[in-house]
């Protein structure tokens, strides 16, 4: 699989980004494969023609577009006019009326991305942007440093496009998210170690084999795939910004790139700008975003991960900091919840709505609540908490947590039985929850 790091890139007049530019120092590049400032060595975003798509960019033109992410290609690090679309995007936005009630909210609605395509969590989007510019980079082996969902997305979309994959793995990720990665035919390395060190591995082998790198060297143009989550509320509310979204915080990127995205429909006249909330959801067995909020630093203490919420386990986020100034600047909050909470957070989330979330979506509900119920979220409020994976994926967190089923025989009075005992059952917990 090794290769040549590629030196051209594809160009169209069709395409609005411009340049590659570091957040800390300014410095602009050419939007090749690289996502540090030679200078100070800072991380590198995509810059655009903001006024170009305010001349050709319209609500209709954008309605009139695929059912997929791809309706906002304009909006993307993409030159391409055939980008990899594999129906990506367009999630359900659920308007979650009984949830809101059990938290006392007026206005919830739930961006699920659970059920996003094709492997069932965010990452879809941000891997399809990902790998359409590193094939225009000519780019033929792709990989990533995953915690499950990355790896299941890239190895997905990788064969759907043709591309030689091997993905990079913390050693003791959830079964089915080994084992869906491990279908679509990639090459799988199992590191004995934690994401952080996973991702150094994977930095210096970048560096040595000249592959594409999705969250590496093709990180700016990766990162952008999320602003696709900003962009579909927007229109699925009516062309209306909200009040106030709750997020998962892992590297930091979607919240970041959510703010990106109401920024930039805000700045080209798609819709009328207002004042929205950014808060952010850790787990506490690993949450260096939230304790940076909770104790006023513009840093990041790294810490080492121990928490069931693995998808979202970054001890080093790379993005940590610039989340840390947009809930602050926003009026927004950065919580975490204990493991426990976390699992209550699935259960509530499906007992109430018919969503089953993974950890990382077990993590924002948790937290939802617990700023609810500290009067941290106004219950007028337009609220969107956003889901980003699919509880199939991490079954054995909530083992041994939600029951068994009833074993009966094939017999009336047997099921007769069994019925009382259920509801039985469901007294004594009501009269505990009533306690």
């Known amino acids: 699989m090794t290769q040549a790091i590629p030196t051209s890139t594809s160009t169209s007049t069709a395409a609005t980004f411009t340049a590659l530019k570091c957040k800390e120092c ?5 939007p090749k494969a690289m996502h540090v400032c030679e200078f100070c060595f800072g991380p590198l975003e995509v810059t655009y023609d903001y006024s170009a798509l305010a001349r050709t960019v319209t609500r209709r033109s954008i309605e009139a577009g695929p059912k997929s992410i791809w309706r906002y290609r304009s909006f993307l690090p993409v030159a391409s006019e055939t980008p990899i679309d594999v129906g990506t995007g367009m999630t359900p936005l659920l308007k979650a009326n009984r949830l809101a009630r059990r938290l006392g909210l007026k206005q919830l609605f739930i961006k699920n991305d659970a059920v996003n395509m094709p492997t069932l969590s965010f990452k879809d989007r941000v891997v399809s942007v990902a790998l359409t510019r590193a094939r225009e980079l000519g780019f033929t082996t792709v990989s990533c440093a995953s915690t499950g969902n990355l790896a299941n997305s890239t190895a997905a979309i990788a064969a759907h496009a043709g591309l030689d994959c091997c993905v990079f793995i913390p050693s003791d990720l959830e079964a089915g998210k080994i084992l869906g990665t491990l279908i679509y035919g990639p090459t799988v390395m199992a ?13 210096e082998v970048a ?22 989550l900003g962009y579909e509320v927007i229109e699925q509310l009516g062309w209306q910004l909200p009040d106030h979204i709750v997020a998962p915080l892992a590297s930091g990127s979607l919240f970041t790139k959510i703010y990106k995205g109401f920024q930039e429909f805000t700045q080209v006249g798609l819709v009328e700008g207002k004042s929205v909330r950014f808060s952010g959801a850790q787990a506490d067995g690993c949450s260096p975003i939230a304790q940076a909020f909770k104790e006023g630093r513009d840093f990041i203490n790294p810490v080492k991960p121990s928490t069931i919420a693995k998808s979202i386990a ?10 840390v100034d947009i809930a602050r ?5 950065i919580e975490s919840v204990t493991d426990q909470e976390i699992i209550d957070g699935i259960k509530l989330l499906a007992e109430t709505e018919g969503i089953f979330t993974e950890t990382a979506g077990g993590t924002t509900i948790a937290v939802l ?8 979220i106004d219950p007028d409020e337009t609220t969107v908490a956003y889901i980003t994976g699919n509880g199939l994926k991490t079954q054995e967190a909530v083992q041994g947590y939600i029951g068994e089923p009833l074993t009966i025989e094939p017999k009336l009075d047997s099921f ?10 469901d007294r004594l917990e009501w009269q505990q929850v009533l306690v």
């Open 26 to 30: 300014g410095a602009e590049y050419e």
């Open 191 to 203: 590191v004995q170690g934690n994401y952080d060190q996973v991702n150094r591995l994977c930095s």
């Open 207 to 228: 560096n040595t084999h000249g592959w594409g790198f999705v969250n590496i060297n093709l990180r700016p143009y990766y990162s952008e795939g999320s602003k696709t």
């Open 314 to 323: 970054i001890g080093n986020p790379a993005d940590g900091v610039y989340a």
């Open 329 to 333: 600047k926003t009026n927004g909050n």
């Open 369 to 376: 609540k617990k700023l609810v119920e500290a009067g941290k």
């Open 416 to 425: 007769e039985r069994a019925l009382e005992r259920s509801r039985t059952l």
